[in-house]
């Protein structure tokens, strides 16, 4: 990664500024139970918050993804359930016909009335043609005994796919609940400390101007057309972004599917991975744990999607996010 080696610094924390004039300006109450914090634990406290949400949000992330699989296939297997429960009902009511004629004629099918008294070319007519309703009647039977087991068979699985939709739903549930709680710690920090960006969701952003190629350069123009809208958990766009939202909606625009996840999207660049250190313009980095990831840029930055608070950006590749980083994917 050009120049990413050479690069030195701290992370610029876009809270410090404020955290200090805050924190510096309170006086001591007598008396207080507890004292502010100072800078430097309002930094730390605010990043411990930051690097939390990231594994929870992808995790929301996550069971969201499984849940909306889950709802799909259920969807899917009911259509056809429904279609076959329309097939077997067809069948039933011509098997319930045959059954009628059998009471109504006597015998199966008033066989009498096809073997009569007459010329041998009649009665042999008759048999041949008694044969063929009873072929066409044993092909009935079976048919709606087929369509009745393929829809017993299709109704279990779709209670199987429907139990694990509710499954994944309640884990978003919890998830979502985990995440909405420390949002609020993050909500509440910033805002006392008058650092909390809401954003511009209708930001038109700023002009990639780097020297990508092909698709890496349309979804590195994608990114940076996002640059000033809001960060917010879950969020796909087109007003707001988090993370994998941001990276999976600037490659789709180049042409390229990526999953939705960060842990999805490093599973599926596993023959794609490159270090960091080699890392060009376009390509995904992720950060230890799979909790966040950015694409770069290029000349040691990255543009991606933060933290609550915060909205999408370039930054420099500094210390922090060189020991931060765990690899690259080339998509």
């Known amino acids: 990664?050009?120049?990413?080696?050479?690069?030195?610094?701290?992370?610029?924390?876009?809270?410090?500024?404020?955290?200090?004039?805050?924190?510096?300006?309170?006086?001591?109450?007598?008396?207080?139970?507890?004292?502010?914090?100072?800078?430097?634990?309002?930094?730390?406290?605010?990043?411990?918050?930051?690097?939390?949400?990231?594994?929870?949000?992808?995790?929301?992330?996550?069971?969201?993804?499984?849940?909306?699989?889950?709802?799909?296939?259920?969807?899917?297997?009911?259509?056809?359930?429904?279609?076959?429960?329309?097939?077997?009902?067809?069948?039933?009511?011509?098997?319930?016909?045959?059954?009628?004629?059998?009471?109504?004629?006597?015998?199966?099918?008033?066989?009498?009335?096809?073997?009569?008294?007459?010329?041998?070319?009649?009665?042999?007519?008759?048999?041949?043609?008694?044969?063929?309703?009873?072929?066409?009647?044993?092909?009935?039977?079976?048919?709606?005994?087929?369509?009745?087991?393929?829809?017993?068979?299709?109704?279990?699985?779709?209670?199987g796919v429907l139990a694990e939709a509710e499954s994944a739903r309640d884990d978003v549930r919890d998830e979502k609940s985990k995440v909405d709680k420390l949002v609020g710690e993050q909500t509440k920090l910033l805002r006392r400390l008058g650092a909390f960006n809401t954003g511009n969701p209708r930001s038109t952003g700023i002009t990639y101007t780097g020297p990508a190629s092909g698709n890496a350069r349309q979804a590195l123009q994608f990114a940076f057309a996002q640059v000033g809208k809001p960060y917010r958990y879950g969020g796909t766009g087109p007003g707001s972004w988090d993370c994998s939202g941001l990276a999976q909606a600037a490659w789709r625009a180049a042409g390229v599917r990526l999953p939705r996840t960060t842990y999805t999207q490093w599973s599926w660049g596993a023959a794609r991975r490159v270090p960091v250190s080699q890392a060009q313009p376009g390509d995904l980095l992720f950060s230890k744990g799979l909790g966040h990831m950015g694409l770069y840029v290029g000349d040691g930055k990255m543009v991606h999607a933060p933290q609550t608070g915060d909205v999408v950006k370039v930054v420099v590749l500094d210390d922090y996010w060189r020991n931060r980083l765990v690899g690259a994917v080339r998509p």
């Open 1 to 159: 990664m050009a120049g990413l080696g050479r690069m030195a610094g701290v992370m610029t924390v876009t809270v410090t500024a404020a955290v200090t004039v805050a924190v510096t300006g309170a006086m001591a109450v007598p008396g207080a139970a507890l004292a502010d914090p100072t800078p430097a634990q309002a930094r730390a406290k605010l990043v411990k918050l930051n690097e939390q949400a990231d594994q929870l949000v992808e995790r929301f992330n996550q069971a969201t993804e499984t849940y909306g699989k889950a709802r799909k296939k259920y969807e899917k297997l009911d259509t056809e359930l429904r279609a076959k429960q329309a097939q077997a009902e067809a069948l039933r009511g011509e098997v319930a016909e045959l059954a009628l004629n059998d009471y109504q004629m006597g015998g199966p099918l008033g066989w009498q009335r096809y073997v009569v008294q007459g010329r041998p070319e009649a009665m042999l007519g008759g048999m041949a043609s008694l044969e063929q309703i009873m072929l066409d009647r044993a092909a009935k039977v079976r048919a709606f005994h087929s369509a009745t087991e393929d829809l017993r068979k299709r109704r279990d699985a779709a209670k």
